[in-house]
């Protein structure tokens, strides 16, 4: 095994067990709080701060493909900071599909939440392989934390 091989295998191997330790803790972060409130209204208002730390532990599953920060290189997907009120594929140091590049909206919380929902409803053809959330209280904790960024 050359040394390309061995890096690629460890990093394999090191995505693996990240996505794994993630995957046992979803029941537990999936579950709904009690004190929660189910969905946040659209007020000028900052988020509930209970809402959004919700969505930022959410959030763990999004990480391996989108950063929220400044970081060294590129991710797989855009980053997400300052999603809101963004042009749709209009990072220029990001891939987007061409289907998502052929779109033309701006990322309001109507459209994030069809896309957390499943994307290929919005964008048919797109690329990202994320099947999408089926409880709205999980994606409007999302979308309050995303509007943090």
Known sequence: ????EIRNTLGASVL???MFIGITAL???????DDAPARETATAEPPDPRLVSRGKRLYVFCRACHATEEVKGSKIGPN????LNRPA????????????????FVWDEEKLDTWLLRP???VPGTSMAF?????EANRTAIIAYLKTL
């Open 120 to 122: 290929a409803t919005l």
């Open 27 to 33: 029941p537990a972060t999936l579950a709904a709080d």
């Open 80 to 83: 997400l900071a300052g999603i």
């Open 16 to 18: 693996c067990a990240v």
């Open 89 to 104: 594929a209009s990072l220029e140091d990001s891939l987007y599909s061409d289907a998502l590049r052929q779109q033309d």
């Open 131 to 135: 099947v999408g959330l089926p409880q």
């Open 1 to 4: 095994m050359n040394v390309m």
